[in-house]
């Protein structure tokens, strides 16, 4: 998994990095929020963030409030990290948009099981999101079924949205799953083999 690391202090980054990049993460780093805010505009930003809250050029919580204000099919999962341990500051992280919150000096095994709540909600958001597009291919399947149907009122021919006509059964086989085998109603085969009637 891609993780963005924000920290300004040099021996936090490293140290943070060494421990993401060992349990096999591919790190990215930015050394203050305004970096960090550009990697996250971007179409191929990581899926997890790591954000110090006191950063020179634009602090944490403002690059929380960002990357919360954009419109994305993927929002990221958001640790604050800072030496910030009151409880107030623990609820304005969380309200500005923090998904979680971990404080400094930070144990390496936290961290670890942080990032990996981080990743099974990452993985859960790509589930569901599937299953929505999934939903709404099928509605726009049931749509093109139950829409009106234009049908020659001779050879019974369906014109489709481009114009074409098409036999029923080509119609029906490309915009359903039914499956057809072909037979002959009594009324047919009076009418076209009535020797065998």
């Keep these: 998994m891609r993780i963005l690391i924000a920290e300004d202090d040099l021996t936090s980054r490293a140290v943070l990095t060494g421990v993401l990049e060992k349990l096999g993460h591919e790190v990215v780093t930015t050394v203050n929020g305004a970096d960090a805010w550009t990697v996250m505009e971007k179409p191929d930003a990581p899926r997890l963030v790591i954000l ?59 961290l670890r099981a942080r990032v990996e709540v981080g990743r099974r909600m990452i993985e859960m958001q790509d589930r569901l999101s599937a299953q929505i597009q999934e939903l709404q291919k099928a509605i726009e399947h049931i749509k093109t079924l139950q829409g009106i149907l234009p049908i020659c009122s001779f050879c019974k021919k369906i014109r489709d949205d481009q114009g074409y006509w098409n036999q029923v059964d080509a119609y029906l086989s490309r915009h359903s799953e039914a499956k057809f085998s072909h037979s002959i109603c009594p009324d047919c085969r009076k009418k076209h083999y009535p020797e065998f009637c």
């Design 52 to 110: 110090d809250w006191m950063m020179p050029v634009m602090d944490g919580l403002e690059v929380v409030r960002r990357i919360r204000a954009m419109p994305s099919q993927y929002v990221p999962y958001i640790i604050l990290l800072t030496a910030r341990a009151e409880k107030s500051d623990v609820i304005t992280g969380l309200d500005v948009g923090a998904d979680d919150y971990l404080s400094k000096p930070f144990n390496p095994g936290e």
